[in-house]
């Protein structure tokens, strides 16, 4: 595994760090926040487990190609960084949707335009609005730590 994919690895550790600590602010009105987002967790596990998977798989090829990017063809690196994050971001809530959309929309009876409505344009919706900003910032930084190590290879 090269220095790209470890940073991303990093970042998207980072990001997931962020996304808690955002969820934990959205739920700071309640009695005991921590244990309501252990219970949403668990009773979605399979969904954020397979968009965490998604999540690093993604990382590693979009990591790869960030780097060549950088490296090779010499583009913007916190312009690679962000849009490279981002891509990373939708796999992730594609990943973690689909088993919502499978599992919960279609097998019980749903027609397929409220499935998709429900399982994947509400999550998209949710998680791009408030981790737009978030993923923007990392990905720059990502980019820059990307190109830096293109100095280091040479």
Do not use: H
Request: hydrophobic content about 50%; charged content about 10%.
């Amino acid at each position: 595994m090269n220095k790209a994919v470890k940073y991303t690895y990093l970042t998207i550790g980072i990001n997931l760090l962020i996304a808690i600590l955002i969820f934990l602010w959205l739920l700071a009105g309640t009695k005991n926040p921590i244990k309501d987002l252990v219970d949403f967790i668990l009773d979605f596990s399979l969904n954020f487990g397979l968009g965490i998977t998604s999540l690093f798989v993604s990382g590693f090829y979009i990591g790869n190609k960030m780097q060549r990017l950088i490296c090779q063809r010499k583009w913007n690196s916190i312009l690679v960084g962000m849009f490279g994050l981002m891509i990373i971001l939708i796999c992730g809530v594609f990943g973690g949707s689909t088993i919502g959309f499978i599992e919960e929309g279609l097998a019980n009876g749903d027609n397929v335009y409220d499935a998709i409505v429900d399982y994947y344009y509400k999550p998209f919706f949710w998680i791009l609005i408030f981790g737009f900003i978030p993923t923007f910032i990392a990905g720059g930084i990502l980019g820059g730590q990307i190109k830096k190590t293109c100095y280091n290879n040479v």
